[in-house]
């Protein structure tokens, strides 16, 4: 069976979800046991040329089933992962990690209140330093700090969004238990989709965007930028045609969500 995996930049159907425990929470509709009248079975004759060609019909053969999905546990789920990864692009360093569906837990919890994990996702840190550009007294990101994050976009863009929606089906059990044991209660897979909207809100910003520096740490000039969340900043600093690419991708991966 093959199942992918996401890690960075990541929640079911909630629709779906919902509609079950409807539907399977409702009473069996109750049968009397008596019949106010006898029913009459009414049966039509069978046509001589219809009852010749059922006789010696060779019947259909039945549809194969499909084998039932075993999970295993959520302390032994890694190595599902990784087997079900070895034709993948995906960075050993990346699926190299340990506790990779708690670590995904974490990481759907957090960025659906907006938080970026950075513990977490530190492995998935750029090489090289943010850059700067001096304009007169104004402060300009430099354009070349978003080309550090273009292969991230190459590897996640390599995992096709419907085999990523699939797996994401495939392994809420053992996520719903990882966000069980951080305390929520909720599937997470509804949260991965708020999560999913909170990257898509962002915008595209495609002139010089001006920072301030009043302390240690770069912000935003523009308040409307400074006043987005910690992970819609972190989307905003991949740079215009990355994030247009990201939001693609998360576009697609959300309808293959719903779909299921």
Do not use: C, H
């Amino acid at each position: 069976m093959r199942i992918s995996f996401l890690i960075a930049g990541i929640a079911l159907v909630a629709g779906i979800i919902v509609s079950l425990n409807y539907f399977f929470g409702q009473e069996e509709p109750q049968v009397s046991e008596t019949l106010e009248k006898p029913l009459v079975a009414v049966l039509e004759p069978v046509p001589k040329s219809s009852s010749e060609t059922l006789i010696g019909a060779t019947p259909p053969s039945p549809e194969p089933e499909t084998p039932a999905l075993i999970l295993p546990t959520l302390d032994e789920s890694d190595g599902f992962v990784r087997a079900a990864l070895t034709d993948s692009e995906l960075p050993p360093a990346w699926i190299g990690q340990e506790d990779l569906l708690r670590r995904l837990a974490v990481v759907v919890e957090n960025a659906s209140r907006g938080e970026y994990p950075r513990s977490q996702l530190g492995f998935l840190a750029p090489e090289g330093k943010f850059k700067t550009r001096d304009e007169g007294d104004a402060l300009y990101v430099d354009p070349l700090s978003y080309q550090r994050y273009d292969r991230y976009l190459d590897i996640l863009e390599s995992v096709p969004t419907e085999l990523l929606a699939g797996l994401l089906s495939d392994v809420d059990p053992l996520l719903d238990e990882a966000v069980g044991e951080l305390g929520g209660s909720a599937s997470p897979l509804p949260k991965l989709l708020k999560a999913i909207d909170q990257i898509l809100a962002v915008p595209v910003i495609r002139e010089d965007i001006e920072l301030i520096q009043p302390k240690v740490l770069y912000e935003y000039a523009d308040p409307a930028l400074e006043g987005l969340s910690a992970v819609q900043k972190q989307a905003l600093r991949i740079g215009p045609d990355n994030l247009t690419r990201l939001k693609s991708y998360l576009i697609d991966l959300r309808t293959g969500l719903l779909r299921r």
